[in-house]
């Protein structure tokens, strides 16, 4: 049996994110989604919500668990067996920041394999922080996430108010 993590901050989780995870079931026998608790990012939502988005995306599949994690991503496969890292890739520069991280991980844990899957290219500008900005701003991202995401991201930016800087600012405002 090939266990696989899925490991990402996830704030929040999107299509594309759905899309790998879905994506990966048909290549491995387990997928572990692995939410990391702490990040150099600022975050909107907490571990505990993030999981819990997670775990409201990807429901009805026993092949897909969720879980929280803090420490190094291969300490994790370790901790729960998992064999192999999988990865998504949108665009060119995700290469060179996937590539390096494989690297690394190999280097620290030469068990444990990466795989990059490349997303939809409907998905190509997804990201976590492209929809956080959007939603920030009152843009429609439902078709980005799904409904319960879309729910919890209006509440939260509802419960900050205007002028909260969670959101680097990026060309979406321009």
């Not at 890739?89 to 990466?114: C, K, Q, W």
Request: with cysteine.
């Amino acid at each position: 049996m090939v266990r696989a993590l899925v490991p990402g901050t996830f704030d929040p989780i999107h299509r594309g994110h759905i899309d790998i995870i879905l994506r990966a079931t048909h290549l491995f026998d387990e997928i572990i989604v692995a939410v990391y608790d702490r990040s150099l990012k600022s975050l909107l939502f907490s571990p505990q919500e993030r999981i819990k988005l997670v775990q409201q995306a990807i429901t009805d599949n026993p092949q897909i668990s969720v879980m929280g994690f803090s420490g190094l991503t291969v300490e994790f496969c370790h901790k729960v067996n998992a064999q192999v890292i999988v990865r998504g890739l949108r665009v060119f520069s995700d290469f060179e920041y996937e590539f390096r991280m494989g690297l690394a991980n190999h280097r620290l844990a030469p068990d444990i394999e990466t795989v990059s899957l490349i997303t939809n290219e409907d998905h190509t500008f997804l990201s976590s922080s492209t929809v956080r900005e959007i939603a920030s701003l009152g843009g429609d991202v439902s078709s980005m996430v799904p409904p319960h995401v879309e729910s919890a991201l209006i509440e939260r930016f509802a419960e900050l108010g205007d002028g909260q800087q969670i959101v680097p600012t990026t060309s979406m405002r321009d």
